[in-house]
């Protein structure tokens, strides 16, 4: 069983290294978002530390949410999501590898590429750090609840928009308490230990029980 | 009484059953509707300590946002007894829940604005209760979407179902982290229920209300279930005789 | 079992429902006995599935692919078992070029070697001879009596004819129940 999510887990990471350009495009697409909002809103320095919590945190979302098409998309359009559902290992040790896979290659990046916005927005180092960390923590949660939208969604018109339709309602708590971190951060004499506590309780339960509801979703689509 | 639950499983059976009962709970609706707003209007002051006689729109707005609330486990339950036992009924009994449930939420969103905006002079204020339920409209077009984005009715059916479950098992989770921002000043997990400070006439109304839009809701979903039925099962001879007869 | 029907009959879905990928409303499928969702993890160790998909990676080449999915079917293959696979089928010199830069004939051959490198008894094939020359479906029929010979099982679906003897055959058509 261990054997074959590390082989999938393998797979998945060495296509990824074949057509490099994927991950970019997310990146991009997380950057340019985060850096249309002060186009928007104002360059003032306070303005933009008010707003730099849940702007960052928006951005991630919607990067995640267009990432997804790509978790199952793939393997369904040349068959071999079909092998995985006959395959003797259970199907949400499957799963897991593919979602870690996707969130090494989308959500990971994303919280390296973190401190640039936190740049752009004049966010200190500390609140940088707190950011780096908050969404180390949530990211694998928007991977893993979104593989259940991808899941239910394969392969109909509509993809990105459809998928973040049905997940983004589902984000609201991490993303509550991910930017309410940050914006405690910025304030300095706030403890952040329940919000690192909320979002590793987050982190767990999505652990247990997406697996298996992407899983069941997996068998749905592909009848 | 399992033989008795499965008998109505089938469409061509439960159709003429939907269609005693339509008018049933219609008048009902009619009735605990009429009669609830009737009181709320005459037999409650008519001022509530600082808002003005607008606030009566509360009786729809309260039974619209208990509605969509109550509509989704509904559906969902209808939902999971799809999942468990395969029978086309509950999937077409969620569908048809999911559509009502949509509109209640959206007329209590509609009537929550008009109340703030005569009490208080905003038409939106994002507090907790409100702003759960436009997730909750969120959750509902969800899975409207998905199902129609579906051609396959087997499916849609058990795809939407599936994202209904997972949506109830967040709301709980949405709704606290709305409520509760800020984990460090949260004491508390609920607002002291507002229910018990309610002078009993106000509450009466209220309660009479609910009753005539659980009312109607049957009704409705009933209707749009034999709309469901009809237009799925219009290949088949009992729809076809059905249609004859007409 | 060869499993004849017309185009919509309906063969497709009884081999998918056979694998447990579409989810009969009434009835079950048993293997040796039992259910198989109960012994899946046994079932699907005997099982092979080629639908009328290839299940090939096109970024990766025909061997990554072909130990990809023997390691996720729960049975490790060496490259030599590989190569010999590839080479039996005509593909010889192509173990490391990318699958997309074959052509479909080269490709389906590629599923195919699966059938030389697995070990599992049950075969479900769903077309198998779609898109392959004279000389490759002769190779095919071979290798299908070959497994049937030693003792393993073939349920399949095709309107080419099948050289193979007929008390070994057992022909269902669902002309019959549409």
Redesign the interface.
Known sequence: MFDSFVALLKRDLLLAMRRRSDIFTVLFFFIIVVSIFPLGISFEQAVLQKIAPGVVWVAALLASTLALERIFANDYADGTLEQMLLTPQPLWVLVFAKTLAHWLLTGLPLVLIAPLAGLQYHLSASTIGTMMLVLLIGTPILSMVGA??AA??LG???GGI?IS??V???Y??VL??GS?AIE?AMQGD??LQ??YL?LSA?LLLALV?TPW?TA??LR??V? | MAMNWFKYSSPSTFYPLASKMIPVFMTLAILLTLGGLYWGFFETPEVLSDQKQYYKIIYVHVASAWMAMWLYVVMVGWAVLGLIF?TRMSYIVASATAVTGAIMTALSLWTGAFWGQTSWGTWWDWDPRMTTQL?LL??Y??YI??QS??EDT??SD??SA??AI??L??VP??Y???NC????ECASLHQESSLKRIESNILIAMMVTVAGFWMYCFAVILMRVRNIILQRESHTQWVERLEVSK | MWLEGRNGSGKTTLLRALCGLFLP?SGSIQWQGEDTKKVADIFYRRLLYLGHQNALKLDLNPVENLQTLSRLAGHIVSEEQVDGALTRLGLAGYEETPVRKMSQGQQRRVALSRLLISDAPLWILDEPFVALDIAAVELLQSILVKHVEQGGMVILTTHQPLPLAEEKMVRLSLDRYV
């Open positions: 259940i939208g239910l969604t109909l018109r509509g459809l339709l049905l983004l309602p589902l609201v708590p509550v308490y309410g405690a706030v403890s329940p919000y909320l987050f029980f509801a069941a979703s749905i689509s009848e | 395969n997730i969120f959750l077009i969800g979407a998905l984005a579906i087997r499916r058990r795809a599936v994202l997972v949506g098992a967040i989770v949405i606290y982290s709305i921002p800020n984990p460090n | 409303d």
